[in-house]
């Protein structure tokens, strides 16, 4: 373990953030993190020398860019970068309003994408660096009525994939984690949004949504031992770049793993038949 580290973490007043954020600072790691309120996340960490609050909204590049020049200067280096901050999104396509789906992916997918783009200098520069993108199981394998939440994750997932591959050869190594359900915040309405407009017809994805939201207090993933695993992953030589995180998660992509094959040779044939003739 090398607890000179400087971590970046966003999203971290509450959940899966939060949890990592006071892990990090208990085994003398220094830590940098963001909130929507700077104050409130100082108060759920509590003060700490090797820690500074940021106060960044997420939404907005130039808040971004301040918060990564901020933490550079303060520390002196970015080693990690957890991008953690996202919110879900439920709801049939058709409800979901265009500003709805906007700020979706607004912190879901392009805070994602500009904080990686304003740490990579940093990071090509001194020729070394962790990044752990947060995504989903939903990013893999998703389910009725959330349909744009996993659109975002598809995303994260996709545009981590390839970064991966960009950056190995500054010595950047770079995770994608696709959790399943973790005793968070994430049901609650801080951490949802259910679209205003309700069409009648989705029923199905009424019920799906209804039935998640049953589960909240009783998922299944610790958050302590989430933050243990994304440790592991920083101080790894050769992390995985895809990590299911949780039993729900490594059961529901090894169903989609099957569809997948099932469905790849019951239509063989239509695949094939779009090549020029050998």
């Not at 820690?51 to 301040?66: C, Q, T, Y």
């Not at 970064?163 to 984690?177: N, Q």
Request: hydrophobic share 45%.
């Amino acid at each position: 373990m090398n607890a000179n580290k400087v971590w970046y973490v966003t999203g971290a007043s509450k959940g899966l953030g939060l949890s990592l954020v006071k892990k990090l600072l208990a085994e003398g790691y220094r830590v940098a993190a963001t909130s929507r309120s700077a104050a409130q996340l100082q108060n759920a960490v509590g003060e700490h020398e090797d820690f500074l609050a940021l106060e960044v909204n997420l939404a907005d590049n130039d808040s971004i860019w301040e918060s990564v020049q901020k933490t550079h200067k303060h520390f002196g280096s970015i080693d990690v970068v957890v991008n953690n901050a996202g919110y879900g999104i439920g709801g049939a396509a058709e409800e979901l309003s265009d500003k709805e789906i906007k700020d979706c992916f607004d912190i879901n997918v392009f805070a994602t994408i500009n904080v990686v783009q304003y740490v990579l200098p940093f990071m090509r520069a001194q020729k070394s660096g962790s990044i752990i993108n947060i995504a989903s199981i939903a990013g893999f394998a998703a389910a009725t009525g959330w349909s744009m939440y996993a659109a975002t994750k598809f995303a994260v997932v996709g545009f981590t994939e390839v970064l991966a591959e960009d950056v190995r050869d500054f010595g950047i190594k770079v995770t994608v984690a696709e959790p399943g359900a973790f005793r968070t915040e994430f049901l609650s309405g801080e951490s949802l949004v259910v679209s205003k407009n309700k069409i009648d017809a989705y029923q199905s994805a009424r019920d799906s949504l209804e039935l998640y939201q049953k589960r909240d207090g009783a998922q299944a993933g610790d958050p302590d031992k989430a933050a243990e695993v994304f440790i592991a992953l920083a101080e790894n030589p050769n992390p995985p770049v895809r990590l299911f995180m949780g039993t729900d998660a490594y059961t529901r992509a090894n169903a989609k793993l099957e569809l997948i094959k099932v469905g790849l040779e019951e239509w063989k044939e239509l695949s094939f038949s779009t090549d020029f003739p050998a």
